[in-house]
């Protein structure tokens, strides 16, 4: 066995570059998908079960000044197993100057260990939160002070808030404004998340008797207001379970429900147990679909570079083996040295990529508490793990057995023998611009070898092209998001609640700011559609919907989205019958349109045609405005939230975008310094390889008077003609391809289109990036040419 | 009075621990075929690369035309090579990926010494004159030791080099190809080409009117010929007792 162990050591000290490159690789992407899928896994597992363990019911229906009799005739339709109750105020909140679109929901929380009045036990509708501090971690469970608040972290991303600051509660329209401040965070299963606009607030018993008295003391009464009205309203989440026996789908679970009470009269809106889930746990599957997604591609870059270093690796060492076959070694025996080193390799590769995922997996989930609202309790996936290195090992194992399949082959006599290199192709050799003419040469004489370049270059292209377009659609400010997740654009939103609200003097003001181009009206109502409860989106102009299939709805036709067609199995033409306010009428889809709001689950109507089934004169109508500079729309919405009290003003975003978009472009930042370090290690194997290849022209060239930096300048101009060309091959695909992928992955976030155009982070960006970081790192590489002699590299190449 | 060309003051060259050249002083003048001789490893291919630029030394001088080559930058160095040496090695080592003709021509190219289109009149002539002529399209794979050599010869020579440097240009050819590589050295040292050329074999050392002799890295003998002229049994003769002297 000596004689192996000789041989081995001697193939490490050789291809030790080679080796540590593939080592690397296989690291980098096997901690890729292992963070991935154990984010991925652990996040369903953990946000379900908290979800299952504070009681969040088969569908849950948010309900404002309901009475007590609903919840006793939920608990008689047939199918409903239970119903829990979770008492709540409704108030519309400010924090450090910055208003919510939504109301707050201020939930009462008492620490039950601290509290001997229930004997530790909680009382019906209570739920046991789990506490964060500033830092994400877990703190033992607080007693809520008066005066105090406990926040979702995800406010934090939104309103950069923080432990001390005060959150404006507005009670009541006059005198009716409650400061409480932060005193930690909690971890909210229902709709911590920052894609959910909806928060809630733990406060004390005592705070929240406060707020209610405050309510119901205004002039005017408000805590029996209108629907609709921001100011506080007495509220509820009715978490509501299937009997074990029901043999009911979801759909039906909830239509039986929504038609056999009158809960509809008092839903402010309904949410399904898959659909807060989705919700909850978009950001971080958009972040582990993105990073598995980069992790294929980093795989298949792997085996292309490894595939190619291998190759070549045996092609140099062919005479070598050819020797050792003279000495009595048969090929099996030697193939078994490669098959060691590198299945080796990889095999270490894999273990330490799969070992470090868990660290990294924790440091991820807790850097994402601020986007995802919860502090993700990390377990290793064992099955999926199984399942995934099995699967990598039969990758390996057959790369390996293909790769090393050729050193079989070799004959002895003729590998001594036989020489080696490709014939070229005949291109020009010019006076003019000689080094390019030289590279050109170069590049046709040795262009198997740049195959794998050339691969590499496109996927990566392909993929950064993939991301960017997603960040470009995403645009700075989650423009993109704003769009799809709005009914129709606008800049400023003002829907005034009350008859004293001075519409023409704040339009004044907004033309102040900038002219208006552009107004409608639009309100959103709940409504039924063939017993689907689902939100309205009611426009004053149609023509303000984001139609992607048929037509704009008139007062008899409705529009819907991907999302109500695939779920209620409707198409353009269909007759559907839509319920509100306890009337019923048939109207025709018209057409599929854009809004992600709510997963998709929302449809398009006219005013008139809500007028047959709603009551269009009420304050449900938001004013809409498009103005001549967008740019300006937050100091005019700032300037409005101050000065009037009474309307409710937004703009096409909503808190928890900014966070959104941050995690998005750090995802994106990530990707691209993940891809360098993979150019870098691609560079460092090809280079590495080609250089030997070539290090006997490189060196006569120089003998003949070229000099070192015309070489290096050669050389890396091979790579970026490479380079170029397969980036030019992934920036074609993904022109041709990436919208209509994207696109399905869309949909099943609601998002029913995606178009993007050419733009700077969509095609410039991963082009040139690619292609100049190549380039500049075959150049750095490149430099060792100085270091060497022109006899010392004459001689190499004798060898 | 010769010209000097090229002188060496105190040369030495270090392979780790092992000296190579010790100290050599030596000038080459123009006009001059300098054959170097001397056993193996004795430095005579190491004193060549030396006084050419392909190699650095460890101490000491290398003079060209009053410039110290060893202190010129590495562009100084390539533009030297480019246009004042030219160089035949033993192994040829041309560029795989040209043609015989195309070796020729960038070489030219690099030199910069004329247009394009003078650099491929000159290359022509070349092709012809050392005997390539529908060879010239041969890939060095593709051709013939003699024909590779002969090209080899012709890169050195385009851009009309001061010194035309040769380490055992021979060394790799049957003996008819080896004459003919001998006769083309001689024809061009009668141009006026200076030669320095490295060999162990004396029918190349013939060829030459100035022979050095190096042993461990020192210059322990020089022999000075009448010029080559064809066949020349008194030149023969004296070069053999010389080399008898020597231990050859």
Redesign the interface.
Known sequence: MNQYRILIHAAVKKQAGSIAGLFLMVFVSVLCIFTAVTVYGSGKRFVAGEMERLGFGDFTVWVADCPNRIASEIKNVRGVGHISVQPLIFAGYEINGRYSDNDGQLIVYRNNHADDSNNGSRIEGEVAYRFLDGEGNYVPEPVIEKGTVYISPALQSGFDVEVGDSIQFELARSNGIRSLIVAGYFEDAFMGSSMIDMKSFLICEADREELLQVAEASPEGDAQSVKGDTLARDGAMFHIFKDGASTLSDVEFQKAVLSDTELPLYTEFTYGRDSILSYMLLLQNILCGFLLAFSAVLLVICFIVAGKSLSDVIEQDKKDMAVLKTMGLTGSSIRGIYFGIYGGVSAAGTILGTLLSMPVSKALAKGMVTSTGMLIRIAFPFYAALIILTGLIVLFGAFLVIRTGGIIRIAPIQAIRE?S?E??AHTK????F?ILW?AV??L???KGKYVSVCLIAALLVFFLSVIGRMGAWLGMNGEGLMNAFSVADHDLGVQPFHDDVPMEEIERIINWYSPIEETYELAMESVTVNGFETTANVLSDTDYFHVLEGEVCDGKEVLITHTIANELGLEIGDTVGIAGNGRVENYTVSGIYQCANGMGNNIGMSMAGYSKIGNINGFIWCYHYILKDGTVRDYAMKYLQDSYKGIDVHTNSWSGLDGIVSLMHGVIGVIYLVAAVFIFIAVSMSADKLFKAET??M????????????LRLSFSIRFLLVVAAGAFIGSMAAILSADSMIGRIFRMFGIGQFTSRISLTGTVLPFAAVTLLFFGFVWLFSARL?QV???KL?SE??D | MKELLLSREKVKRNFGENSVLQGIDLSIYAGDFTVVMGSSGSGKSTLLYALSGMDTVSSGKVVYQGRDITALSEKELAHLRAGEFGFVFQRMHLVSSLSLYENIVIAGYISNKGTEEEIREKADKLVERMNLSGAEKRLPSEASGGEAQRAAIARAVISSPQILFADEPTGALNKANTLEVLDLFSALNREGQSVVLVTHDKEAALRGNRILYLEDGMVVGELELTPYDGKDRKREEQLNRWLEDRGW
Not at chain 1, 429 to 432: A, F, L, S, W, Y
Not at chain 1, 699 to 710: E, H, P, Q
């Open positions: 020489g290199g014939k070229p050799i010019g006076k003019r000689l030289i040469r170069e046709m004489a040795h006997g022209n060196a006569v060239y120089k003998s003949m008077g070229l000099s070192d930096k015309d100085k002699s022109i006899i004459l190449n004798d």
